[in-house]
C-alpha cells in the first residue's frame, strides 16, 4: 500500500552531477524522517543522508559538501542532489521513510527499491 519510488540515477562521469528523486505514496498519515542509502559492490548498505520532518539534515563524511537533501512535505518527495561524483559514489540508491500509516497511525519503516548511480572514471 506504501509505495516508494526512486527515479533520477544513471550514469555519469566522475565530476557530475545527479539529482535522485522519492515520492512516497499511499495511506499515510505523516512523514517523519526521510533518508537516503546506497549499497556499492560487495559492500553493505550505508547511510548517505537523512532528513526530518522540519528539515535538519546530517550527512555521511563521505558526501558531505557534495551533496544536499531535501525535501517537499506536500508532494511527499526527497531529493538527493550529488555534485562531484566520484567513482566511490557508484552504488545503488534508496529512499528510506519513517512514516506513520493512515487510520491506523501504525509507524514504520518502508524502503524503496533502488536506482542505480554509476560514476565512471
Known amino acids: 500500500q506504501v509505495q516508494l519510488v526512486e527515479s533520477g540515477g544513471g550514469l555519469v562521469q566522475a565530476g557530475g552531477s545527479l539529482r535522485l528523486s522519492c515520492v512516497v505514496s499511499?495511506?499515510?498519515?505523516?512523514?517523519?524522517?526521510l533518508a537516503w542509502y546506497r549499497q556499492g559492490p560487495g559492500k553493505q548498505r550505508e547511510l548517505v543522508a537523512r532528513?526530518?520532518?522540519?528539515?535538519?539534515?546530517s550527512y555521511a563524511d563521505s558526501v558531505e559538501g557534495r551533496f544536499t537533501i531535501s525535501r517537499d512535505n506536500a508532494k511527499s518527495t526527497v531529493y538527493l542532489q550529488m555534485n562531484n561524483l566520484k567513482p566511490e559514489d557508484t552504488a545503488v540508491y534508496y529512499c528510506?521513510?519513517?512514516?506513520?500509516?493512515?487510520?491506523?497511525?501504525?509507524?514504520?519503516?518502508?524502503w524503496g527499491q533502488g536506482t542505480q548511480v554509476t560514476v565512471s572514471s
Open positions: 532528513i526530518s520532518r522540519g528539515g535538519s539534515a
Open positions: 528510506n521513510a519513517d512514516l506513520s500509516r493512515a487510520i491506523s497511525l501504525a509507524r514504520g519503516v518502508y
Open positions: 499511499g495511506s499515510i498519515f505523516r512523514i517523519n524522517d
